[in-house]
């Protein structure tokens, strides 16, 4: 993995959303993200968990958020920096180390979550779109990504 990215693009259907990355904090998780994203694989992808006040989740190919990339799991890639509004991080089962392609943004303050997941970008730009994504577990209509760029 020795492309190194500095921003995501996430286009939805209302325009852009930026993410400054963060390969400082997590350097093998933002190889992977910008990996995938420049392959195409999140591409019309939904997010399939967006909870009001907390996090929206996506990046899971069936868009039932139990599946992943064909690639390994990666290692947790923990830090002291905080979840808070606009925080990028990798969505994992129990095991800290199962993280793949899921990834979420937090809405709000989600403390709690701090050094259990990784944290690997920040929105910069259009976090406006994130909040308004259709809410539920999952939403009736979900927001999708229509294509997903990392420089």
Known sequence: ????????????DDGDVTIKLRPDLAPNHVARIGELANE??????????VIPGFMAQGGDPTGTGTSGSD???????????????GVCSMARTSD??????????????????????TVWGEVTDGME?????PKGEPPRSPGKIVKARAE
């Open 129 to 133: 779109l994130i909040d308004a994504l």
């Open 1 to 12: 993995m020795a492309d190194t990215f500095n921003t995501l693009t996430l286009t939805l």
């Open 96 to 117: 800290p180390n199962s993280a793949n392609s899921q990834f979420f943004i937090v809405f709000d303050d989600a403390r709690f979550l701090d050094n259990q997941y």
């Open 40 to 49: 195409g694989f999140y591409d019309g992808v939904v997010f399939h968990r």
């Open 71 to 85: 690639k390994p799991n990666l290692k947790q890639e923990f830090s002291k920096e905080p979840h808070v509004r």
